[in-house]
């Protein structure tokens, strides 16, 4: 059976010599040594120094993505001879509309050209003088050629080589390259492929739930038992606030009140497991020595973020937030629940039961975070807390001791 690189060789015009050899070695390595290697920036700083083996003068190449983030619209894979790896470069959302974006070869790509191609060392040129060019010219180079990438389904990317060769690129280099794209057109789509799944992962269940169901955590019921500080948080009035404000500034208010919460509990090593309407459930895994500390840690930087915040929408002429957040530690079940066909990758057990109806007393107690004895004896913390004495909660035996976060640590 033939490989994919023979049948893209046959498809060349058959000359002798060394551009069969090279074109076979090259896409040989593309199509099949590459299946353990995950990252395609890898894979293409390999194929540049490839070409540069195979005599193609390539000095500089670029691969141009459009992603699926939440933060980023695209992103930029750079090699520049010389490098042992490449450059990532990650472009917001906006860009789109920047005078960087519409002049530039890009632009011109995305808008339907099947090549954009341009002769630095030559000052008569052809085709459009992107500001781009002046750049390159700096760097050397003598030629630039851009290239769609295409993806199935009309997804297209855009893909750059540059050359510092007198008199640019040769006939032969643009049918190496031309032979190349659509088997490195296959070979990327797959990391992109499998990179997106991580990433709308990453973005809606978190980091480590999106690494358990990636290795394979995705039948009904399945799941472990594990130690965890646990974090509740609900934003209080915002039944009224919704009615009362219009849509999209309802939706910057909760974006801006998630930003406060979330960044914290993120950055001090928590796995925020859910968002629930106005609230947000998150745990710290007791496998980190250091997890009860890292929860406080997080509350104190959360408040001083919910305050910044909170003066920012008076002068707005808002109203300042109010919230209320629960804590405990205890065992909790961590995995699968729901449907035969529906999800949901979170945490159950009486300690988060505990942790809600802490969440629930701060609006009789008014106090705006709520501890049980448990984490306070945990963390050690007990000189730094208030004592409230013992509270009766919805659906246990049993009262249970609280503590008021002064948010002194």
């Known amino acids: 059976m033939r490989s994919l690189s023979d049948a893209l060789l046959n498809s060349t015009d058959g000359s002798?010599?060394?551009?069969?050899?090279?074109?076979?070695?090259?896409?040989?390595?593309?199509?099949?040594?590459?299946?353990?290697?995950?990252?395609?920036?890898?894979?293409?700083?390999?194929?540049?120094?490839?070409?540069?083996?195979?005599?193609?003068?390539?000095a500089?190449?670029?691969?141009?993505?459009r992603i699926h983030h939440p933060q980023w619209i695209g992103a930029r894979i750079l090699w520049r001879k010389g490098l042992s790896e490449a450059e990532i470069d990650l472009y917001n959302y906006g860009i789109e509309d920047s005078s960087q974006y519409l002049n530039s070869p890009l632009y011109e790509i995305n808008n339907g050209a099947s090549e954009v191609r341009h002769y630095l060392d030559d000052s008569s040129g052809d085709g459009a003088e992107y500001a781009l060019y002046d750049d390159l010219r700096a760097e050397g180079i003598t030629e630039y050629i851009a290239w769609p990438l295409e993806h199935t389904l009309g997804k297209q990317h855009v893909i750059t080589f540059a050359s510092d060769r007198q008199g640019g690129f040769r006939p032969g280099d643009i049918e190496l390259f031309k032979d190349v794209l659509p088997a490195l057109a296959l070979v990327s789509e797959i990391r992109l492929k499998n990179r997106l799944a991580r990433t709308l992962l990453e973005t809606y269940v978190g980091p480590h739930a999106s690494e358990q169901i990636l290795a394979g955590a995705t039948t009904r019921g399945s799941g472990v038992t594990v130690g965890a500080a646990i974090l509740i948080c609900d934003l209080r009035d915002f039944t009224r606030l919704s009615d009362l404000w219009p849509r999209d500034d309802v939706i910057d208010l909760l974006n801006g009140y998630f930003d406060?919460?979330?960044e914290p509990i993120e950055r001090h090593g928590g796995e925020i497991l859910k968002f629930m309407g106005d609230g947000l459930l998150a745990i710290f895994p007791l496998?980190?020595?250091?997890?009860c500390s890292n929860l406080l840690g997080a509350i104190a930087e959360a408040q001083a973020a919910l305050a910044e915040f909170n003066e920012e929408n008076l002068r707005k002429g808002r109203e300042p937030l109010g919230y209320g957040i629960g804590v405990h530690v205890g065992?909790?079940?961590?995995?699968?629940?729901g449907s035969r066909k529906r999800l949901d990758f979170t945490v159950i057990g009486p300690a988060v039961n505990v942790a809600s109806r802490l969440e629930s007393l701060t609006k009789e107690l008014k106090r705006p975070v709520l501890l049980s004895r448990a984490f306070v004896e945990r963390a050690g913390c007990a000189a730094q807390m208030e004592s409230l004495g013992s509270h009766a909660l919805r659906?246990?035996?049993?009262?249970?001791?609280?503590?008021a976060f002064s948010g002194r640590r």
């Open 16 to 58: 002798e010599g060394k551009w069969p050899v090279q074109r076979r070695h090259v896409l040989d390595w593309l199509v099949n040594e590459t299946r353990s290697e995950r990252y395609i920036d890898n894979i293409f700083v390999e194929i540049c120094r490839k070409l540069a083996e195979a005599g193609v003068p390539v």
């Open 60 to 65: 500089r190449a670029t691969l141009h993505f």
């Open 260 to 262: 406060a919460m979330s």
């Open 287 to 291: 496998s980190d020595p250091c997890a």
């Open 331 to 337: 065992d909790v079940m961590y995995g699968n629940i």
């Open 395 to 403: 659906g246990l035996d049993h009262p249970v001791d609280v503590f």
